[in-house]
């Protein structure tokens, strides 16, 4: 079923009024001074970051809260694209698999995958089989342009950002600027896409205020924020506290 219609003011507004929630530096700081899991949780959930932790609790392992975040971001960045027009929707929903490149290159390994790899709803069901077999089956999904990095014809964030051009509609000379400025900003390792610090993005996030380019410079900018938070949760997941370190 095609997806509804979106406005390009409506997305500019939705887009600038959740970048104003964002966390600044001193509501992280107020979250990363809690010393264990629970009361990490606890802190982000009084804060902007509340929603990306809603589905969380302190008994979650590691491997546990990172599939609750990447379903997280997958929701988000759905939804974003459906407030766009259809132009640009498929280009914006691109972004849903930013956190997941790290897994998809994993398939192209020979050995066999472990157990928390095999609990993710996107990865899990590929996973098995020899690696034609993995990529035939990743190619059979709406993932299919990333099949080529388990084949290991490309690295992951190279093929990423071969499709997402791809997808990018024809605009004007300075949309098309601040596009390539923007996909500048993502550099392309071999398991994943790193997002440069964040200052940059700030200033095209700016310059290119009312376009599609500001709702990704959002996206890049928000993947920042929950690598952030990823790292405090899955830290004190790992290492929780014991009774004489938390009194």
């Not at 950002?161 to 390539?180: F, K, Y």
């Not at 400025?181 to 610090?197: I, K, N, Q, T, Y």
């Not at 290119?208 to 004190?236: I, K």
């Amino acid at each position: 079923m095609a997806r509804a219609e979106g406005n390009l003011p409506y997305a500019a507004a939705r887009v600038q009024a959740r970048h104003g929630r964002r966390a600044d530096e001193s509501g992280w700081r107020r979250v990363e001074v809690a010393p264990d899991l629970g009361q990490y949780l606890e802190s982000v959930r009084r804060g902007a970051l509340a929603g990306w932790v809603a589905a969380i609790d302190k008994e979650h392992d590691a491997h546990a809260v990172e599939r609750s975040l990447r379903a997280a971001w997958r929701e988000y960045v759905h939804a974003v694209a459906g407030w766009h027009p259809r132009e640009w929707q498929a280009w914006i929903d691109w972004w849903r698999w930013l956190p997941l490149l790290p897994l998809i290159s994993r398939l192209a390994r020979p050995q066999a995958l472990p157990p928390w790899f095999l609990a993710d709803p996107v990865c899990g069901p590929i996973a098995t089989g020899s690696l034609v077999e993995r990529a035939d089956a990743l190619g059979a999904t709406e993932l299919a342009p990333l099949a080529a990095a388990v084949r290991g014809e490309a690295a992951i964030g190279v093929a990423w950002l071969a499709h997402a051009a791809r997808l990018a509609p024809r605009v004007d000379q300075e949309s098309a600027e601040w596009l390539g400025r923007l996909m500048g900003s993502l550099d392309a390792g071999e398991d994943r896409l790193h997002v440069r610090p964040a200052r940059g993005l700030l200033q095209l996030f700016r310059a290119a205020a009312g376009t599609a380019v500001a709702s990704g410079c959002h996206l890049a900018l928000l993947s920042l924020d929950l690598e952030r938070l990823r790292g405090g949760l899955v830290v004190r997941s790992l290492f929780p506290l014991t009774q004489a370190e938390a009194a």
